[in-house]
């Protein structure tokens, strides 16, 4: 791919496309595409902006695909609310604001929103995190966990679960089981004789129930849980989650809890297995969790007890059942390797992040693993037009396991950032298409960010934010790219 200048971006072909919308706190957005000849080969479907009533930052944390339907959560910063976390959902053809929904805890001065799930009818959508009543004391922050109606946003119902410490409270990260009966969320939670320790809980989807509870503490350190998944037929859910050790320092915690109902229909959890992982005793910290070929897969950042400096790819399988380690995978692609997220088809692991090269400074690198033995089966690099930074925070895997996507940023100049997703041929790791896009504001975007297909295949959905807007705030971006 040939690259072209910084003055060429601007003067070149540029597709305009506006968010529709109807909601009280939207208004469009007219975000140009990156000129497509020689550096992107297409413009997305369209761009769905929200923007809050006030002029503040709206920072969006997790996207979602459903029938009919993209959901993006996020958090607002309101000077006279505090932060407060905002799901928003486009009709997944047009791109039209559906509806906007806020949370906003009692008396809260933060909610902060972690991450986003929809139950497998499309009916019902899912956030959790925290909210916190008094600034900056942490100790007042409470697991969250919310659910609203799909078609209206309506609030169905929402726990919020203060531990026995009345200490520091929040949730990770949350997954729908297969059947749609239940919901499993990931967290911490302070408890009076353990400190912080990683919390899985089981959650009725309907009513939002407390069906069962796991708690890990590793050594009386600070434990959390950091990423959830469920095995195919939902009768075991896995924890992925960092633990303090007394001399490894931060390591990979992988738990795996069997769910079974007893004659009177009650759900029974039992702890099955719990695993740590330490590489070289330094600073270890897992970043994406998923569920392929009899293994559950961790990934995560492992380096030399320099944190962030000296840092490779580091990913493991264990045995879904028994525990068992069933391989062990490193990525080396230059001085400072960064994990951030990992996804799998039936066959396959994919993890993506930042890889600093040797004059690209960091580049997008995706690796293929096979789901059984760990073998590599491709490493693929993107460095963007300005050859400066790129990182990518998402992957996904199409639903008939032949292309994966990624989602990132790529900095143009030290100032100016391009939305950035690319699909890559699952077989080979051959780039198939580049989709590049600038952000209206004078920073462009966007800074972290999620990424998911949609159900059937045909689309992927990529949720940013639009950095410095000429009023000085940030707004939600989702982009809906053909497949």
């Known amino acids: 791919m040939t690259f072209r200048s910084r ?61 009919g339907a993209v959901f993006t959560l996020g958090y607002t910063n309101a000077a006279d609310s505090g932060i407060d976390w905002t799901l928003v959902a486009h009709d997944a053809a047009s791109g039209a604001l559906r509806w906007d929904a806020s949370y906003r805890g009692d008396e809260a001065w933060a909610d902060l929103p972690e991450a986003l799930a929809v139950d497998p009818s499309g009916s019902r959508v899912f956030a959790t995190g925290m909210t916190c009543l008094t600034a900056p004391d942490i100790d007042t922050c409470d697991l969250v966990v919310v659910a609203y ?209 040797t004059s690209t400074g960091y580049d997008m690198a995706t690796v293929a693993y096979d789901a059984s033995d760990g073998t590599q089966r491709w490493a693929s690099r993107y460095h963007g037009p300005g050859n400066n930074g790129d990182a990518a925070w998402a992957v996904d895997v199409s639903p008939d396991g032949r292309t994966v996507y990624i989602g990132g940023d790529t900095v143009v100049n030290p100032i100016d950032y391009l939305h950035a997703v690319i699909a890559y041929d699952a077989t080979s790791g051959a780039q198939s298409w580049v989709g590049l896009h600038r952000g209206a504001g004078p920073q462009g975007g966007s800074l972290r960010e999620g990424l998911d297909v949609s159900p059937n295949g045909s689309r992927v959905y990529f949720a940013g934010r639009l950095l410095a807007l000429p009023d000085g705030s940030q707004d939600f971006l989702t982009l809906a790219y053909d497949a």
């Open 7 to 67: 003055s060429a971006l601007v003067t070149g072909l540029v597709c305009v496309v506006v968010s529709g919308g109807t909601g009280a706190g939207a208004r469009a957005v007219d975000d140009p595409c990156v000129p497509l000849s020689g550096i992107s080969d297409r413009c997305p479907s369209w761009a769905g902006g929200f923007a809050s009533a006030e002029l503040i930052d709206d920072i969006p944390m997790d996207v979602v695909a459903a029938p």
């Open 149 to 357: 109606d799909a078609a209206t946003g309506g609030v169905l119902w929402q726990v919020r679960r203060d531990g026995p410490a009345h200490q520091l409270d929040g949730g990770g990260d949350v997954v729908v089981s297969p059947d749609g009966a239940s919901l499993f969320v990931a967290g911490m939670e302070s408890r009076p004789d353990t400190g912080t320790d990683s919390v899985l809980l089981g959650l009725d989807a309907a009513t939002g129930a407390l069906l069962w509870d796991e708690h890990y503490d590793g050594s009386g350190g600070f434990d959390t849980g950091l990423g959830v998944a469920s095995s195919g037929d939902g009768t075991r859910v896995y924890l992925m989650g960092s633990s303090d050790g007394v001399a490894t320092g931060r390591d990979y915690v992988t738990l795996a809890v069997g769910l079974e109902e007893d004659e009177d229909g009650e759900v029974i959890a039992e702890r099955l297995w719990a695993a740590r992982r330490d590489d070289h005793g330094g600073s270890d910290n897992p970043t994406g969790l998923s569920v392929a070929a009899g293994n559950v897969v961790v990934t995560g950042t492992t380096d030399e007890g320099i944190q962030g400096l000296i840092a490779d790819y580091g990913t493991v399988a264990y045995d879904e059942v028994t525990g068992e380690q069933a391989w062990a995978a490193t990525y080396n692609g230059g001085t400072n390797d960064l994990p951030l997220d990992l996804a799998a088809s039936a066959d396959a692991i994919y993890v993506t992040g930042m890889s600093r090269g």
